[in-house]
């Protein structure tokens, strides 16, 4: 096998690697009557920053499609997580901001969300392989923010 055949036979197997823990972490998370972890990340995202950010900043720190991200808020808004508030600073733009129901919600599903981790992805790997694997996803999000 050539050095460029292993790289993308890693390519492939992150790729399936990352669906097939995300979906055994959503299922973990579904069965302890937990919201979807995208919500988690949402969550955690603006409990990060202080609890508030612009939308469009929120849908590119987390990766996720504007029309995406308006969903999603919509969907957590219903439930009373988040609010919307027009930007003061810009008037054109628009503010997610978490609720105090939201940050209980968000710490009341790390506990599963910590679990399903363990199981799914941390119980496999040494503490050396933990190391090697962080560092060449460094490498690679380096260079992806070099682009």
């Keep these: 096998m050539t050095d460029n055949e292993r790289q993308h036979l890693a390519w492939s197997q992150w790729l399936n690697t990352h669906a097939m823990a995300l979906r055994a972490i959503e299922g973990q998370l579904k069965a302890a009557g937990q919201p979807p972890l995208a919500w988690y990340d949402l969550l955690l995202e603006l409990e990060r920053v202080g609890g508030e950010m612009r939308i469009g900043d929120l849908a590119e720190r987390l990766v996720v499609e504007r029309y995406n991200m308006t969903r999603l808020l919509d969907r957590m808004a219903g439930e009373g997580l988040i609010e919307r508030r ?10 997610a901001v978490i609720t105090p129901a939201g940050k209980a919600t968000r710490a009341k599903m ?19 392989d933990a190391a090697a694997l962080t560092a060449a996803l460094r490498k690679v999000k380096a260079r992806l923010k070099q682009d």
């Excluded at 027009?86 to 503010?95: E, I, T």
Aim: net charge negative.
């Design 110 to 128: 790390w506990p599963h969300y910590r679990a399903a981790i363990d199981s799914v992805f941390s119980d496999a790997l040494t503490p050396a």
């Design 86 to 95: 027009a930007d003061p600073v810009d008037r054109r733009a628009a503010l």
